[in-house]
C-alpha cells in the first residue's frame, strides 16, 4: 500500500472533438516507456542563476535505471550533463552556500579502485561547473540521506550504524537474523534487526563522521539552521518507538557531545513520510515551518497541514488550515510568506501562503500536478511539474506564469498521446464523485469501446492531471480509460478520505462502480468489455470488487492482497493495522470484512492476472499467491508473475517492459475477441 496527496445530478459530458493525428506521428508503445526521462530534485543556486537536477533514464546495456546530474541556467540556456557514471548513479544534489560547489549522493566506486561492498551510497562533492568529484563521507553501512551546512563545511548525515566493528572482516556468509523488534522489516531498508539509523555531523575537509543520536530509534529528514549551528530532524521515541507514528522535530547542536531538545509535542505524526519533506528553517533561524498530520490512530488518512513553530519558545501554529495536503513548504527570502505544494482534486499546485494573516495564493493553475519546487536566497522560484501530455519538467515562475527550463522528453511531440477530461457524477448515495477519462487515440463519437477501469494505491492517494505512461499504451491500443477517485481519495479533505477507514471494499468499491455506470451511460463505455485492475492498495480493491461483482470480463492484481490474515506480519505494516484494524485475534469482523475475496473466493468469476515483486516487504507475495492459488483452484482462468529481486515499486526496465506487455496481452485476451469491433 501506499499513500497521501458539485453537483449532485449526473452530469452529461459533451464529447470532445476528434483527435486530429499528424501524419508523422507514431502511436506510444510499452518499449517507449524505456525512453522516458525522470526529472527530480531540483535545486537553485543560492544566487537563482543555476538549477542542478537529477534525470532518471534507462541504461539498456545494465537492464537498469541510471541516475545522473544536469544544470541549467535560469534563463533556460546551457543545459549540461554534469556527471557520466553508467555503472553508477548520482542524486539530491545541494548547493554550497557560496555557489562554487556541490554536494550529492552516488554508489560511484571509490577514485582508489576499492570495491567496498558495504559503502553503498556516499556523499562526494564536485565544482558546480563540473569537473572531478571527491568522495566526502565513508561511513560503512552508507548514507541515507544529507543535508550540506550553509557555511559548506559540514554535512548532517542519517546512516544505519555499523553492521559489525571497525576492522572486523567480512564473514564468508550473512549472519542469522536476530530481531526483537516490533517493525523487524522495510521495503526499502530489508531486515531490520537491531540496527538503527542516527544523525551524523561530517566535517567535509577531513571526512571525520561524528554520532549524534545514538540508541534504540531512527532519525531522518536533517535541516540546518541558516548559522549552520543546529541541525533539526525527525525522529520517534518512548518505549517502544516502532509502534507508534508519533513522530516530532528535535533540535541539536552540530557537535560532539551535545544534547538534543524535543521541539514538537503534538500526538500524531510531525512529518509527511511519503515526500520526505523536510523541516524549513526560516531565513533568520527562528522559526521552523514542517507539516503536521493527524493523531496516531488516523494514519495516513489525515491531510498534512502546514505548520510554523517558535524554535524557542515551542509554540506552533498552523496559519492555513484548509483540510487539504500540504508538501515542501519553502520560506521566502523576507520570511514574511511560505511556498508549498497544495492538492486539491486531480491536481496539485503551488501556493504561496502569508504567514500572518494565513492567505493562501495559488500560483500556479490548470490541470497539472506540481511535485516539488526550489527557492533561491533571492527568491527565484523553479517548479517540477507535468500534465496529462508531458512528464515532469522544469519551469521558472516568472510574476503569473511558467517559463520552460528543461524538457528531457522532447520526443514525445512525435507520439500521438491521448487527452484525459475530468468527469463528474454522483455515488450511489448521493456522493459527489470525480473521475478521469481518456478516450482511445482515434475516438470516434457514438462508438462504444472496450474499457479499463484503473483503481489507485494508497488508500489514501487519488489519480491527478499527470503523465500516465499505461494509460497511453492502453488509448493507443483501442481501449478508454477510467479512472475514479473513490472516497478514500485524497485532494477532497479528511472526511473524504476517512469514509473507508477500516472499512475497505465498501463505500470505495461502491463509488468506483458509479464511474463505470457513469462511463457506460456517455456511451463511451462498452457494459460487456470492461476490465479492471490496480496496484498495491489498487490491487487490494481490485481483488473486493471482483469477489462482489462480476460485470468484468478482466482484471490484473499487482501487488495487492484478498487475505489481511495472511499479510498482518509478512508485510511491514503491523503498526498500521493495528490501529485502524485491531489485532486479528480481537477483532474478527474487521478481518474477516478486509479478507473477504480470499474468504469467498468462490465468488469470483473474472480472470484475473496476479503481480508481485520478489522482494517486496510493503504488500508481499503471499497476498498474490494466496488469491492466485485461490483462482486456480477453483479453475478460474488466472496467472500468476514474480519479478525477481524487486520491490514494491519495478524498477528494472525489462520488466517494466514485461508488465505492460502482460498487462495489455490479458486484456486482449479476454476483451477483446476475435472478431470483435473497436
Not at 150 to 157: C, E, F, Y
Request: net charge negative; with cysteine.
Amino acid at each position: 500500500m501506499t499513500r497521501c496527496l458539485p453537483r449532485l445530478a449526473l452530469l452529461a459530458l459533451a464529447a470532445l472533438p476528434l483527435i486530429t493525428l499528424a501524419a508523422d506521428q507514431t502511436p506510444f508503445t510499452p518499449a517507449d516507456i524505456s525512453r522516458l526521462a525522470v526529472l527530480a530534485d531540483p535545486a537553485l543556486s543560492p544566487d537563482g542563476r543555476w538549477l542542478v537536477y537529477t534525470v532518471t533514464t534507462t541504461n539498456a546495456e545494465r537492464d537498469q535505471p541510471q541516475s545522473d546530474l544536469w544544470r541549467v541556467g535560469f534563463d533556460g540556456r546551457a543545459r549540461t550533463q554534469l556527471t557520466h557514471t553508467p555503472d553508477a548513479d548520482e542524486s539530491q544534489a545541494q548547493w554550497s552556500g557560496d555557489g562554487r560547489f556541490i554536494a550529492f549522493l552516488s554508489d560511484r566506486k571509490p577514485a582508489d579502485g576499492k570495491d567496498d561492498e558495504d559503502a553503498g551510497t556516499q556523499v562526494w562533492t564536485m565544482p558546480a561547473d563540473g569537473g572531478e568529484a571527491r568522495q566526502v563521507t565513508h561511513l560503512p553501512a552508507g548514507v541515507e540521506e544529507f543535508a550540506l551546512s550553509p557555511d559548506g563545511r559540514q554535512l548532517a548525515v542519517i546512516a544505519f550504524a555499523p553492521e559489525r566493528p571497525a576492522g572486523a572482516p567480512k564473514p564468508k556468509n550473512q549472519p542469522p537474523i536476530v530481531t526483537d523488534r516490533f517493525q523487524f522489516k522495510d521495503d526499502d531498508s530489508g531486515w531490520l534487526g537491531a540496527r538503527h539509523k542516527h544523525l551524523y555531523v561530517v566535517d567535509l575537509a577531513s571526512g571525520a563522521a561524528t554520532e549524534l543520536t545514538p540508541g534504540t530509534h531512527d532519525e531522518q529528514l536533517p535541516a540546518w539552521s541558516p548559522d549552520s549551528r543546529q541541525i533539526a530532524y525527525v525522529t520517534r521515541r518512548g518505549a517502544d518507538p516502532d509502534r507508534t507514528l508519533n513522530f516530532d522535530i528535535y533540535v541539536i547542536d552540530a557537535r560532539a557531545g551535545a544534547t538534543e531538545r524535543q521541539l514538537t509535542t503534538f500526538p500524531g505524526s510531525d512529518l509527511d513520510p511519503y515526500w520526505a519533506t523536510r523541516p524549513a528553517w526560516s531565513p533568520d533561524g527562528k522559526r521552523i515551518a514542517y507539516l503536521q498530520s493527524g493523531e496516531d490512530h488516523w494514519i495516513y488518512y489525515a491531510p498534512w497541514q502546514l505548520a510554523v513553530i517558535d524554535v524557542a519558545s515551542g509554540k506552533a501554529s498552523v496559519p492555513a488550515p484548509i483540510d487539504r495536503c500540504f508538501t515542501h513548504p519553502h520560506w521566502s527570502p523576507d520570511g514574511r510568506s511560505i511556498y508549498a505544494l497544495v492538492e486539491q482534486a486531480e491536481v496539485t499546485h503551488l501556493a504561496r501562503i502569508d504567514v500572518a494573516s494565513g492567505k493562501l495564493t495559488e500560483l500556479t493553475h490548470g490541470d497539472r500536478f506540481d511535485v516539488d519546487i526550489s527557492v533561491s536566497r533571492n527568491g527565484r522560484i523553479a517548479v517540477l511539474g507535468g500534465d496529462d501530455l508531458h512528464p515532469y519538467n522544469l519551469a521558472a515562475l516568472d510574476g503569473g506564469h511558467l517559463r520552460p527550463l528543461a524538457d528531457h522528453n522532447e520526443w514525445l511531440a512525435g507520439k500521438q498521446l491521448a487527452t484525459t477530461e475530468t468527469l463528474h457524477f454522483t455515488g450511489a448515495d448521493g456522493t459527489a464523485l470525480d473521475a478521469l477519462l481518456v478516450k482511445p487515440v482515434g475516438y470516434m463519437k457514438g462508438q462504444r469501446y472496450p474499457t479499463i477501469v484503473r483503481v489507485h494505491g494508497g488508500p489514501v492517494y487519488q489519480f491527478s492531471h499527470e503523465f500516465m505512461e499505461d494509460w497511453q499504451v492502453y488509448a493507443a491500443n483501442g481501449y478508454a480509460v477510467l479512472a475514479v477517485n473513490p472516497r478514500g481519495s485524497s485532494g477532497r479533505g479528511f472526511d473524504f478520505a476517512r469514509a473507508i477507514y477500516a472499512n475497505w471494499g465498501h463505500k470505495d468499491m461502491q463509488d468506483v462502480l458509479a464511474g463505470v455506470e457513469h462511463a457506460v451511460e456517455l456511451g463511451i463505455a462498452d457494459p460487456d468489455r470492461m476490465g479492471i485492475g490496480g496496484w498495491s492498495y489498487g490491487a487490494i480493491l481490485t481483488d473486493q470488487i471482483i469477489a462482489r461483482d462480476r460485470r468484468f470480463k478482466a482484471a490484473i492484481s499487482g501487488a495487492g492482497s484478498g487475505n489481511m490474515y495472511g499479510m498482518y506480519g509478512d508485510d511491514e505494516y503491523a503498526r498500521e493495522y493495528e490501529l485502524e484494524l485491531g489485532t486479528p485475534w480481537a477483532n474478527r469482523e474487521a478481518y474477516d470484512r478486509a479478507s473477504y475475496p480470499f474468504l469467498h473466493a468462490d465468488r469470483i468469476a473474472t480472470p484475473t492476472l496476479f503481480q508481485c515483486g520478489e522482494r517486496d516487504f510493503n504488500v508481499p507475495c503471499i497476498g498474490a499467491e494466496q488469491m492466485y492459488q485461490a483462482l486456480r483452484s477453483l479453475g478460474i482462468p488466472t496467472q500468476l508473475v514474480v519479478y525477481p529481486g524487486q520491490h514494491h515499486g519495478l524498477t528494472v526496465p525489462s520488466y517494466l517492459h514485461d508488465r505492460m506487455q502482460r498487462n495489455l496481452a490479458w486484456y486482449d485476451r479476454f476483451l477483446k475477441p476475435a472478431g470483435a469491433g473497436p
